[in-house]
């Protein structure tokens, strides 16, 4: 299934910050994570990625740092903040209410 550019850019904040929150990852590992989260279904690209990656480091919501990988190839990588999981749980509390009144247009009670 092909998601709109729109829902895609909606739901990247509380997928980076919910992955983010199992632990410290890099760009492919976040991305390859997506996709097995929702059974090969969503695609990100490095285009898509690595601008919120950007964003919410801005912001505040995670850190990087660089560190060599088990290759010894350097990789940036990222971790959620405190600041980050306080707006992770906001943001599940929207989604929920968007998922609850979703269920409700779309089956509603008789």
């Known amino acids: 299934m092909l998601l709109s550019k729109d829902l895609v850019a909606a739901s990247a904040v509380p997928l980076l910050l919910g992955i983010l929150s199992e632990?410290?990852?890099?760009?492919?590992a976040i991305?390859?994570?997506v996709l097995e989260l929702s059974g090969d279904?969503?695609?990100?690209?490095?285009?898509?990625?690595?601008?919120?990656?950007?964003?919410?480091?801005?912001?505040?919501?995670?850190?990087?740092?660089?560190?060599?990988?088990?290759?010894?190839?350097?990789?940036?990588?990222?971790?959620?903040?405190?600041?980050?999981?306080?707006?992770?749980?906001?943001q599940r509390e929207q989604w929920e209410l968007v998922r609850r009144t979703l269920d409700r247009a779309w089956k509603p009670e008789r």
Do not use: N
């Open 23 to 28: 632990g410290v990852s890099y760009g492919y």
């Open 41 to 90: 279904e969503i695609q990100w690209s490095e285009g898509m990625l690595y601008p919120v990656l950007h964003r919410l480091e801005e912001q505040g919501f995670i850190e990087s740092f660089w560190q060599d990988s088990e290759t010894g190839r350097r990789r940036r990588y990222y971790r959620v903040t405190r600041q980050g999981r306080t707006e992770l749980e906001r």
């Open 31 to 33: 991305a390859k994570r």
